[in-house]
């Protein structure tokens, strides 16, 4: 019974390097998103998906880019990491029923 | 546009105390209300949630009554552990059940 599942837990990258977040769901839901947790703001989207094939932006998406080639899989790309991307990251798909179901999380840092 | 307000924190209780944690709204339509709680280290867990007025969720001694004509969804407990330690979020999802809007946590710390 995985749920979601996001990798890696925790990583370090250099400023300029890119990296992707890996997310898999086998709940077959259609509805996956990815957001960032900064200290004092909460959860900010930063993309989001509605099915294979179909990606928009949210609240936050420079810097990042995003795909859903399966219902499965969310990657989420840093492009070319920055100080200001040091964040957590949380992957997310949402049931039919409307309940939102998270990662654990990524912990990232941009030295 | 929809949006989530939740008390700052951090809030500091002793044990068995009583938690109130308040939480108001502004959507359109009818939308959905949840709490999520985040242990440290971990992701998102669904605490409890409403999804009409007058609904009230509950789970593991927490409660929260969706309130329409206050537009508010304060969560509750009336004897709080040490394992209760954690952030809650105020959550709604809008009209179409696709977006969610958090508020920015408060962090409950219960002292022995």
């Known amino acids: 019974n995985a749920g979601v599942t996001q990798t890696p837990k925790f990583q370090v990258l250099k400023t300029g390097q890119s990296m992707t977040l890996q997310c898999a769901q086998d709940?077959?839901?259609?509805?996956m998103s990815w957001y960032r947790q900064d200290p004092g703001m909460g959860l900010r989207l930063i993309h989001y998906?509605?099915?294979?094939?179909?990606?928009d932006q949210g609240e936050v998406p420079n810097g990042y880019n995003v795909s859903r080639s399966t219902t499965e899989d969310f990657p989420l790309r840093l492009l070319s990491a920055a100080p200001s991307q040091t964040s957590v990251y949380f992957c997310?798909?949402?049931?039919?029923?409307?309940?939102?179901?998270f990662g654990e999380g990524s912990w990232l840092t941009v030295v | 546009g929809d949006s989530v307000t939740q008390m700052e924190g951090p809030v500091t209780l002793s044990e068995e105390a009583f938690l109130t944690i308040n939480c108001t709204y502004t959507?359109?339509?009818?939308?959905?209300l949840f709490w999520y709680v985040q242990y440290p280290g971990e992701g998102l867990q669904l605490l409890l949630k409403?999804?009409?007025?007058?609904d009230k969720g509950s789970n593991k001694g927490f409660e929260a009554t969706y309130r329409k004509e206050t537009t508010s969804f304060h969560l509750e407990k009336g004897s709080v552990q040490v394992s209760d330690s954690a952030v809650y979020f105020c959550?709604?999802?809008?009209?179409?059940?696709?977006?969610?809007?958090f508020g920015t946590g408060t962090s409950l710390t219960v002292i022995p």
């Open positions: 997310a798909s949402i049931s039919s029923g409307n309940t939102i179901y």
């Open positions: 709940m077959n839901h259609e509805y």
């Open positions: 998906s509605v099915g294979a094939g179909i990606t």
């Open positions: 959507a359109t339509g009818y939308p959905s």
């Open positions: 409403a999804t009409k007025a007058d």
């Open positions: 959550a709604l999802s809008d009209h179409t059940g696709n977006q969610f809007y």
